[in-house]
């Protein structure tokens, strides 16, 4: 007996059923989901959520202007040059606004 044959198109063959969401579409989900989570985020914890990190960068910069030495006293998770340049931003004026507004 001869075996049935058939017939399907090439899309049905590769597993496309369907239609297939666009690369575009999919990173623009993706941007708008991503925007959604900060707005919430901020909304839930307004500027603690941000706060917090730049105070921990701002006194790992300051100790390491003062003489601390990385790595040995102070951990860091950023490279040397995060703190670096923090340490040098700090040396002008120390406060959180300038570094803010340098950065």
Do not use: C, K, N
Not at 34 to 57: I, Q, T
């Amino acid at each position: 007996m001869p075996a049935a044959t058939v017939d399907i198109t090439e899309d049905e063959a590769h597993g496309a059923v369907g239609a297939a969401a666009s690369p575009r579409a999919a990173v623009l989900g993706g941007a708008a989901a991503g925007l959604l989570v900060v707005v919430a985020l901020h909304a839930w914890r307004g500027e603690s959520y941000w706060d917090y990190s730049e105070g921990v960068y701002a006194l790992t910069s300051r100790m390491f202007l003062h003489g601390g030495d990385l790595y040995g006293r102070m951990i860091g998770a950023q490279p040397p040059g995060l703190f670096l340049s923090g340490a040098g931003i700090l040396a002008i004026h120390d406060g959180v606004g300038w570094l803010r507004f340098v950065l």
